[in-house]
């Protein structure tokens, strides 16, 4: 059971430079989020949606851009990465909107020199 | 002023202790309590799940909230070193936005000391 899986794991960046990060879920759930982690800031959501082909922001939106064209995948896109971007990147997905469960996937360290 | 606050450690004690982990909110419309416990290099998992006030036991997890004085707890029982790991409080007011509004803490990092 995959769970919640995230490409790639390590990425290094130029600034400037694009990229795709994806998510993809095995159990079937609505909702799924875009994340960052930085020390002292905890975790803030970047994106999230509450089904297919849905998107909305949320805490840290700019400078980054998401779709989910399929219901088990999410993906965050970087258009121009800039060094703040520098971060930890959890995806998460869960059944009930209601602050239920949610399954993180493994994270994604990038780094934007 | 962060709405959620928390000691970000390091905490370290020895095997067998009783661990004691502590938020601290202002958004008195939090009713949604959560603790995550996130290995390194992993994402977090959860563990304890908890609605309004009162407490919450898991084994050796008991989960406490106090409402009145914004403050949740996590005490683990016997720690093991595998309990080693940053644990993350978060927590939510539902007014019909979901998960989208969960505010979760910057995490205590937490050793069990063999």
């Known amino acids: 059971n995959a769970g919640v899986t995230q490409t790639p794991k390590f990425r290094v960046l130029k600034t400037g430079q694009s990229m795709t990060l994806l998510c993809a879920q095995d159990m079937n759930h609505e909702y799924m989020y875009w994340y960052r982690q930085d020390p002292g800031m905890g975790l803030r959501l970047i994106h999230y949606s509450v089904g297919e082909g849905t998107t909305a922001k949320g805490e840290v939106p700019d400078g980054y851009n998401v779709s989910r064209l399929k219901k088990q995948n999410f993906l965050l896109g970087l258009e121009s990465a800039a060094p703040s971007q520098t971060s930890v990147y959890f995806c998460?997905?869960?059944?009930?909107?209601?602050?239920?469960?949610?399954?993180f996937g493994s994270g994604t360290q990038l780094s934007v020199l | 002023q962060k709405e959620v606050e928390q000691d970000p450690g390091p905490l370290s004690v020895p095997e067998g202790a009783i661990v004691s982990l502590n938020c601290t909110y202002s958004?008195?419309?939090?009713?949604?309590f959560m603790w995550y416990r996130q290995y390194s290099r992993k994402g977090p998992e959860l563990l304890m799940y908890?609605?309004?006030?009162g407490n919450k036991e898991d084994g050796r997890f008991t989960a406490q909230v106090d409402k009145s004085s914004k403050y949740i707890s996590l005490f683990i029982r016997d720690s093991q070193p595998s309990d080693s790991a940053t644990y993350l409080c978060?927590?939510?007011?539902?007014?019909?936005?979901?998960?989208?509004?969960?505010?979760f803490g910057t995490g205590t990092r937490l050793t069990i000391i063999p």
């Open positions: 908890t609605y309004s006030s």
């Open positions: 978060a927590m939510s007011a539902y007014e019909g936005f979901g998960n989208e509004k969960l505010t």
């Open positions: 998460a997905s869960s059944s009930d909107p209601v602050g239920e469960k949610l399954f």
């Open positions: 958004n008195s419309a939090f009713q949604y």
